[in-house]
């Protein structure tokens, strides 16, 4: 869906399709060379990384495997509820190879500080993160992000696979909701 779609429910476009497509196009070719001659693993974390998994790997010039995991987040809130509930693990088996967990955006970086300890007890050979958006709260865990695609003001975006109350994620790029939209 594009802007001219949903214009009376968008406050502010954050990040337009063309910057998503140039951004991931960088974040593609530095993966291409960090990994290459690596066994790679590319773990999108469901639903709302499915976007940026998608146009991303197809960045990517190496060899390498796609796997998912679903994990609990906002339900129909806009607040993180500071749970983490693996819904959905992973089909294959991750020992001695490079795990590059994909998300959509990092927050509070809760969900990707347990996913990372999680996968790492499977004995990888490396556990890295790569995530599309980073809010600024991010910074205050220490959970260390290994490429970002966007650093964004700390506001509630949609799109671009994040939702609102499941609606939303089919825009083609992230922007704000406008207040009536929340029954505001
Ligand atoms: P964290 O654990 O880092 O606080 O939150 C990560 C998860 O919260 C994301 O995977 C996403 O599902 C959800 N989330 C955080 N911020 C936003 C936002 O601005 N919009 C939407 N739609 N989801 C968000």
Redesign the pocket.
């Known amino acids: 869906m594009r802007l001219e779609d949903c214009k009376d429910d968008i406050v502010r476009v954050v990040v337009t399709e063309e910057q998503i497509k140039e951004r991931l196009a960088e974040m593609g070719a530095q993966i291409s060379e960090d990994y290459a001659g690596e066994p790679l693993v590319v773990v999108g974390?469901l639903r709302?990384?499915v976007m940026v998994v998608a146009d991303l790997v197809r960045e990517i010039s190496i060899p390498l495997h796609m796997d998912w995991m679903a994990?609990s987040?906002?339900g129909d809130s806009?607040k993180?509820s500071?749970v983490?509930r693996i819904l959905k693990d992973l089909n294959s088996d991750i020992a001695d190879v490079n795990v590059l967990i994909v998300?959509?955006?990092?927050?509070?970086?809760?969900?990707?500080?347990?996913l990372k300890q999680y996968l790492e007890a499977r004995g990888p050979k490396s556990v890295r993160i790569a995530t599309f958006?980073r809010?600024p709260?991010?910074a205050q865990?220490d959970v260390p992000v290994d490429y970002v695609g966007f650093d964004?003001p700390n506001?509630?975006?949609?799109g671009y696979g994040?939702?609102?109350a499941e609606d939303?994620r089919h825009l083609n790029f992230v922007g704000t909701l406008a207040p009536h939209v929340y029954g505001g």
Do not use: H, N, P, R
């Not at 506001?155 to 949609?158: G, P, S, T």
């Open positions: 974390v709302g990384a994990v987040s906002y806009t993180s500071g983490v998300e959509d955006i990092i927050d509070t970086g809760l969900t990707l500080d347990y958006l809010k709260d991010a865990v964004i506001e509630f975006v949609v994040l939702d609102y939303y």
